[in-house]
């Protein structure tokens, strides 16, 4: 099946470990991006990659790292750093060009305690 | 001024009716325009994309594009109360690049 495949679907981690959230699509997509989701919030922009080996920041990239070393995965690490790192995050890819949509994988949760 | 705004909601609706959801945008030059439904814990779903001002109709749902005013709208006719989600609106800008949402409207279509 195609898609957009994110893991694990809950996560629990102690306050001050770095996490790892993974994402792959097999869509053959140019561009991912991650998205962070508070309760009755909407999406707000963490980092985005539009080409392997490349990635942008988004509007509140602190705390957080990502890697694009391959296509079809953009893995993004919540790292000690992020004061507030309790959150539904959300990983999407699309192609490249303008007037493309973007996709939703199915969303992490993560709780940090 | 942020770059999406919606209408701050919840709006609600009778089954039956017409759903306005709303979105302005503050960079000139987008040129993509998405409406995505999310319903409580689940990730959005794409239900509509428009390019160019005008309307764009797919079954019960129309968005409505006005660059010069910089604003995007969907209507939903004939509301289901399957169709009470948060409705976020989302903004590209040229050349592709960062996809960036509003901060979505809850709609609750009563039966």
């Known amino acids: 099946d195609g898609g957009i495949t994110q893991s694990p679907k809950y996560l629990f981690r102690k306050e001050g470990q770095n996490v790892t959230l993974s994402c792959e699509q097999n869509l053959n997509h140019d561009a991912m991006y991650w998205y962070r989701q508070d309760p009755g919030q909407g999406l707000r922009l963490i980092y985005y990659?539009?080409?392997?080996?490349?990635?942008q920041k988004g509007d509140i990239a602190e705390g957080y790292s990502v890697s694009r070393e391959k296509k079809e995965s953009f893995p993004l690490t919540v790292t000690s750093a992020q004061k507030n790192p309790t959150a539904f995050y959300l990983c999407?890819?699309?192609?490249?060009?303008?007037?493309?949509?973007?996709?939703f994988g199915q969303g992490t949760r993560l709780t940090v305690v | 001024q942020k770059e999406v705004e919606q209408n701050s909601g919840p709006l609600s609706v009778p089954e039956g009716a017409i759903a306005s959801l709303n979105c302005t945008y503050s960079d000139r030059v987008s040129q993509s325009f998405f409406w995505y439904r999310q319903y409580s814990g689940k990730s959005p779903e794409l239900i509509m994309s428009i390019y160019s001002n005008g309307d764009k109709e797919d079954g019960r749902f129309t968005a409505q594009l006005n660059k010069a005013s910089q604003y995007v709208s969907l209507l939903i006719r004939d509301s289901q109360p399957s169709d009470s989600a948060t409705y976020l609106c989302?903004?590209?800008?040229?050349?592709?690049?960062?996809?960036?949402f509003g901060q979505g409207t809850e709609l609750s279509v009563k039966p």
């Open positions: 999407a890819s699309s192609f490249q060009s303008m007037n493309t949509e973007a996709f």
């Open positions: 989302a903004v590209r800008g040229n050349q592709g690049g960062k996809l960036i």
């Open positions: 990659s539009q080409i392997v080996n490349d990635f």
